[in-house]
């Protein structure tokens, strides 16, 4: 049976006419309205704000725009960028890998820290470390502002087809997102 969403101090649900809208700050209680939010607030505030997992904290790109995926460590290889376990050279990958499971003890938000070119976004296919915007191409809730959406093109096949340990095995959209140009809604293309 589906769960029902209903206001966590009244228990009114949609159907008593009432918009059920989720904490901004944490997303996580559900409220009918300001009275019942500021009525919970007293109880709430203790876990208000922190993050079901690690990497919410680095969801928010310079730009203003948000990661909708998770971070993953980079465990494969990828023999075309000659890189290794961990996003570095094949090489240091042993060490990398060495260094994470002692060193860090397998914890990643501490490994990230340390090595965030090691992780990727699996919203967009970028590394950890790129702190400016998340390249969706109208898969996100928000529209795209990479600068060919904005164009109304699509990722070019040159960078779209680039084989690299931070997309592979990703279906990521080639774009246009429409509502980043103004040109009117429409379904992104992948390929």
């Not at 990643?108 to 191409?137: I, S």
């Not at 990703?170 to 429409?186: E, F, I, N, T, V």
Request: hydrophobic share 20%.
């Amino acid at each position: 049976m589906p769960r029902r969403l209903s206001c966590c101090v009244c228990r009114r649900m949609p159907i008593d006419n009432v918009d059920i809208k989720k904490c901004a700050r944490c997303h996580s209680r559900l409220y009918c309205g300001r009275e019942c939010q500021e009525t919970d607030w007293p109880r709430h505030k203790t876990s208000c704000g922190i993050s079901r997992f690690w990497y919410d904290k680095h969801r928010k790109c310079e730009d203003g725009s948000r990661h909708e995926g998770k971070l993953e460590l980079i465990t494969w290889s990828n023999e075309e960028e000659g890189t290794g376990w961990g996003h570095c050279t094949v090489e240091e990958a042993d060490d990398l890998r060495r260094s994470f499971e002692t060193e860090y003890k397998g914890d990643e938000a501490k490994f990230f820290k340390y090595w965030p070119q090691g992780f990727r976004w699996t919203c967009c296919g970028t590394d950890g470390d790129m702190t400016f915007g998340c390249d969706h191409h109208g898969t996100g809730s928000k529209p795209c502002t990479c600068d060919y959406c904005k164009s109304g093109r699509s990722l070019p096949a040159s960078i779209y087809f680039e084989k690299t340990a931070s997309r592979q095995g990703l279906k990521l959209s080639r774009g246009p997102d429409l509502r980043s140009s103004g040109l009117g809604a429409q379904r992104p293309r992948f390929y």
